[in-house]
């Protein structure tokens, strides 16, 4: 299993607030510990193949030790820029890197017994978190999905280009594989492994503020 941690992707919803990217808060629950680090030394449990895709020349990424980085080209989506990084002959794993994950989400993404495509979420608001809507945290697939995850993916980048629509790629990812329409916010549970705890997407400075684990009670 190879696990690619996305963390190159755009910070303007962020925008610098605290003056590092989101993907390096703070956790105070923690002992202050950045929100990569901490995932990262998480995946080290699970596999000896963990790869971050961070922004290029930006150094504060490369500080943790035991794994791999890699900057890629800027690119369209979290499938794009680890398109070169995907186990040639076993199961990937691919983590949002600015996602708080507890140890059990991990578990849950780790020790999935789907064979095919599948992607880690919550489907609506979290009344844990205060979230006011739904959020993707992870997805997975088998090097035999390789063809048809670009075909999908080429799919979704057109559509997005179009203007058509222009929801995050990785729920449009998910719709493709369920064969729903690309618009609409449905989840097949073939396709789709519900995750609600304090697992969450932190992209705002609000996200941030309240979620429990970067408050010290």
């Not at 040639?88 to 949002?96: A, Q, W």
């Not at 140890?103 to 017994?113: C, G, V």
Request: charged share 25%.
């Amino acid at each position: 299993m190879r696990i690619i941690i996305a963390a190159s992707g755009s910070q303007h919803k962020w925008n610098e607030h605290l003056d590092v990217p989101s993907h390096l808060c703070p956790l105070t629950r923690h002992g202050g510990i950045p929100l990569l680090h901490r995932t990262i030394e998480q995946c080290l449990r699970y596999s000896d193949q963990v790869i971050t895709t961070i922004p290029m020349l930006d150094e504060r990424y490369i500080s943790v030790p035991g794994h791999h980085w890699f900057a890629p080209p800027e690119s369209r989506s979290e499938f794009e820029s680890s398109q070169g990084l995907w186990h040639e002959s076993g199961r990937t794993v691919l983590l949002l890197g600015d996602v708080y994950f507890t140890d059990e989400a991990l578990d849950t993404i780790m020790w999935s017994k789907s064979k095919s495509y599948q992607a880690f979420g919550r489907y609506k608001a979290s009344e844990i978190t205060g979230t006011p809507y739904g959020e993707l945290f992870a997805a997975s697939w088998w090097s035999s999905d390789h063809y048809e995850l670009l075909r999908k993916m080429d799919l979704v980048h057109e559509t997005r280009a179009s203007g058509r629509i222009t929801r995050p790629p990785g729920w449009m990812m998910l719709r493709a594989w369920q064969g729903t329409p690309l618009s609409k916010h449905l989840v097949d549970p073939r396709w789709f492994t519900e995750i609600n705890d304090e697992t969450d997407d932190i992209d705002f400075p609000a996200d941030y503020d309240r979620h429990p684990a970067t408050r010290s009670n």
